[in-house]
């Protein structure tokens, strides 16, 4: 049963500052990874979609990594801003076109 | 384009009453999901269609819960009776394309509180 673990669980940083998050998943067959974003009260926005057979993808001030053989991906935020606020949450999808998703990292970015 | 649209946005009950929540994915989107997202946790798959029929609905209470997906369009997720743990955000959520290329567009949600 795949597992998705985010980490960490809260993080808060200045603006400007460039920062990390961290998803690592247990079964490493997958076909894709996905980074959502949601606002308070809201629905999931699609940041970005790796594809099993693509190493990192960029939008932006946006750029995710993904090492499908250590079972891991990395969303890195440059210069990130007060907008930035948000939850990301990360999702990998197997078989049956299911998607797994983690409990997500709580960003803030003070002014 | 229009995206995922979803009603009622909050419901409010008590336990044992039933409650329906309608979706209306983005036009020609095959695939929708409903997902159960409880507070503090990432989403949970229920139910997944392709056009009008059932791909995936092993998560799905069976014994409480049920959808529909008429004429392969808008869906309907219902649960009768309910209980004090279905509180959550019922988030409903199509796909286009073919296969797992596309992304996956999400509606604003349909919370529900069960008192």
């Known amino acids: 049963k795949q597992e998705v673990t985010q980490i960490p669980a809260a993080l808060s940083v200045p603006e400007g500052e460039n920062l990390v998050l961290n998803c690592s998943f247990t079964?490493?067959?997958?076909?894709?990874l996905q980074w959502f974003r949601q606002d308070p009260g809201k629905g999931l926005t699609s940041l970005l979609l790796?594809?099993?057979?693509?190493r990192e993808q960029t939008s932006g001030r946006l750029n995710a990594s993904l090492d499908k053989s250590s079972g891991r991906s990395t969303l890195y935020i440059a210069a990130s801003q007060p907008g930035d606020s948000a939850t990301y949450l990360c999702a990998v999808e197997g078989g049956s076109e299911k998607l797994v998703f983690g409990k997500g990292t709580k960003l803030t970015v003070n002014p | 384009e229009a995206g995922v649209a979803q009603s009622p946005r909050y419901k409010i009950i008590e336990k044992r009453q039933s409650v329906a929540f309608w979706c209306n994915p983005i036009?020609?989107?095959?695939?929708l999901y409903w997902y159960q997202q409880i507070l503090g946790q990432g989403p949970k798959l229920l139910i997944q269609f392709q056009n009008n029929g059932v791909v995936d609905d092993s998560q799905l209470p069976k014994d409480r819960f049920s959808a529909e997906r008429l004429k392969g369009v808008d869906s309907t997720l219902k649960i009768q009776p309910a209980k004090l743990e279905d509180s959550a955000v019922y988030l409903c959520?199509?796909?286009?394309?073919?296969?797992?290329?596309?992304?996956?567009?999400f509606g604003e949600g349909s919370r529900l509180t069960v008192l």
């Open positions: 790796i594809q099993s057979s693509q």
């Open positions: 036009s020609g989107h095959a695939t």
């Open positions: 079964d490493s067959a997958i076909y894709n």
């Open positions: 959520a199509s796909r286009g394309g073919t296969g797992r290329t596309g992304e996956l567009f």
